[in-house]
């Protein structure tokens, strides 16, 4: 009888790394292994992890001494993701218990890799630089939700922004074929998905190999495919948002309310030492064309807070766009060095209680900014993708066409199922969520 393999795998970061998980439980289960809850059921402990701040690669070196005393069971354990990609076979030295060290673009060739650790090798690097097409391939993908999958269409990125190690852990940007895009995207509406997000580090840069699609135009391909009811993108940069994105959005009713764009900075000056290549009047033109369009569009946004050399006068500029915008979400940071990024050279002397006291006070502004406009949707009726119950409430709860959360009290006896889809009456606000009755 065959000894049954397990595996644990915790996923740090964005969604490109929960995609990425996805593919690599996939390819896992079809080489025998079953995944399980935890570390200690586990022959195999995976971190999938990010590095895009200090703070979340520190995490994952942190797990992993924690972890290490499970190794006395004979446990194998891996590092996958940003870090292994960036901290290479250094990793190998720093925790020499590691015995698999794995960049997103070596997935595909998990299988042999696997393959070497049960014959009993230490040390297994796949730490490939991207420049292959095979990586988009997602032939063992096992998602996560049954009605709501990502779709990767674009990989790595061109722009290397100051602060970012994104450039030199994904790679140079490489576009997937419209005509592959979409037969996944089929073959996910044939399989009971109704909503897909295409997923890039910069989703608007998106050529098509194959020259056959615009960005704008897959978007409306995607969104006319039979049974696929919502299409969601991120991310954005706003170099590359173009006035067709916001036309597509207003033509084709599957394309949902949503735009994120990230500004990093309200400041001209600071964006210019971000090395974002746009000034805040070209970010806010764009945001123009969003809030001219004839839907209700959703802005969200990131930014990044005390960034070298920020004065405080450049970082009240930032807190005037966002009054300015009123964004329904930021997702605001601290800034870190990274290695190997441009702004690593730069003088960082803003004292970390000081970039901690910006980014409260730009939190607390923004608090009550989007409290104001989740407060504008009182009385709307919303359709609401229905995700899962809170049986003790009695409520259901689902996402916007805005991707705002939203809890609402179901109209008779029968819960609305997973994956379905329900009108409600937006009755109640939060500053991050909304409150309903399904009409
Ligand atoms: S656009 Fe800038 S922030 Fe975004 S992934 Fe590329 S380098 Fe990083």
Redesign the pocket.
Known sequence: MAVEKTFFLETFGCQMNVHDSEKVIGTLQQQGYSQVETEEAADLILYNTCS?RDKAEQKVFNRLNDTKKLLKQGKRFGVLGCVAQQEGEAIFERAPYVSLVSGSASYRKLPEMLARLEAGEKRIAGLDDRQTDETFETEFTARSNKYRGYITIIEG?????A?????YT?GKERSRTSTSVLAEARRMAESGYTEVQLLG??VN?YRDPEGKRSFAELLAAVAEIAGIRRVRFT?S?PRDFTQDIVDVIDAVPALCNHVHL?V?SGSTSTLKR???EYTREQYLERIGWIKQSQRPISITT?IIVGFPGETVAEFEETLSLLETVQFDAVFAFKYSPRPNTPALVMIDAIPDEEKGKRLQALLDRQREWQRANYTKRIGQIVEVAVEGHNAQRGQVNGRTSENITLNFAPSGPILPAPGSYAQVEVTQSFPNSLVGRAV
């Open positions: 895009i990125c061109d722009k290397f922004c602060y970012c190690v994104v450039p994904r580090q910069n840069s991310t940069h990230p990093q971000m090395q974002r990131d």
